[in-house]
């Protein structure tokens, strides 16, 4: 019989419960302060089930960490102007401190173009032009929440970065592209891959740190990790199923973050918590 090793788990409900903590408390202190609790807005165009759900679920934590939420529900037939006003006035609003747009909008919308309407200084979401420029370049701004979630993630599981070699899959603008520049900022070697990539599995074996940010079912199999390599698996599939097949995968990898349970809970905490940074810094003085 062959010994076989599994990976650590990855697990994020703990460090999100915690940034949670640290985030309901920053809230109460900002509420006690200036009489005016944190406000996120958040716009749904349509009726999707698993759009309503996560925009239930993020409402439903704001309430647990004392933020308020303003919710916008559109009908699917909203067009891309119409949705740009209301961004536009959300971000005029002084009651609303933090903005979410739920992605997708739908196929008609111009999803840049409202996102654009959002001001960055309440793109908590981190989806503008803006916010990406910012992080790219070490600036003030907000993140998007799914890579600054990742990034946290890293750290609670105290992940060396520095000259490691990251192989990010997918480049998507909210999810793989950002990771990538996260993960360059702390001084690993980053490789994308995406749909147009040749030998994926190659470039994947040589990972010391792999993200999967495709939405592909089981797309990387044990066989394309590393042993050692740490798997960070963001894909969330019908069935709760990732990116990775955590079967093999686990018998590889060093660390591995389940799905669900692992990504997920970390991005609506840094949504939380930036939230809670965006009030701060509009309630200042
Ligand atoms: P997306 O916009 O559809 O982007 C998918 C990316 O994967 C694209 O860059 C695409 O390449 C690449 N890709 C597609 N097929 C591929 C293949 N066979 N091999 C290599 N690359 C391939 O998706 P997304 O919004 O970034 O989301 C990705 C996944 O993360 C989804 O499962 C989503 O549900 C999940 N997600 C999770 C959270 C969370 O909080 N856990 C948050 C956001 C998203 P091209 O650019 O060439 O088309």
């Known amino acids: 019989m062959t010994a076989t090793t599994t990976a650590r788990l990855m697990d994020g409900t703990g460090p999100a419960r915690r940034l949670l903590d640290e985030t309901a408390a920053r809230a109460a202190a900002l509420t006690r302060r200036t009489g005016v609790a944190p406000c996120l807005a958040t716009v749904l165009v349509g009726s999707d089930p698993a759009s309503v759900t996560y925009v239930r679920m993020k409402q439903r934590r704001c309430a647990q960490a004392g933020i308020e939420s303003r919710h916008v529900g559109l009908p699917a037939q909203t067009t891309t102007a119409e949705l740009v006003a209301v961004l536009r006035e959300l971000s005029q ?86 990771v990538g520049m996260l993960l360059l900022a702390r001084d690993a070697t980053v490789t994308y891959c995406h749909s ?66 692992g990504v997920g809970p970390m991005t609506i905490a840094v949504l939380l918590a930036q939230t809670v940074q965006a009030a701060e810094g509009q309630l200042a003085g």
Do not use: W
């Not at 990034?151 to 997918?170: I, P, S, T």
């Not at 990972?207 to 990790?225: F, Q, W």
């Not at 390599?229 to 990898?253: I, K, L, M, P, T």
């Open 93 to 178: 609003d002084p009651g609303v401190h933090g903005i979410l747009l739920q992605h997708p909008a739908g196929p008609h919308i111009d999803e840049r173009a409202a996102f654009e309407a959002i001001a960055p200084h309440k793109d908590v979401d981190g989806v503008t032009t803006h916010s990406f420029g910012a992080m790219a370049f070490g600036g003030p701004g907000f993140a998007s929440c799914t890579p600054g979630g990742i990034m946290r993630l890293l750290d609670a599981y105290d992940v060396e970065l520095a000259g490691k070699h990251a192989v990010v899959v997918g480049r998507s603008a909210i999810l793989g592209k950002p």
């Open 196 to 261: 147009r990539t040749a030998g994926l599995s190659a470039h994947l074996r040589s990972a010391d740190v792999v993200v999967a940010a495709v939405g592909r079912p089981r797309l990387i199999h044990g066989d394309d990790i590393a042993p050692g390599a740490v798997v960070v698996d963001a894909g969330y599939n019908a069935g709760n199923v990732g990116d990775v097949d955590f079967d093999s995968a686990v018998r590889r990898a060093r660390l591995i973050t389940p799905v669900p349970g």
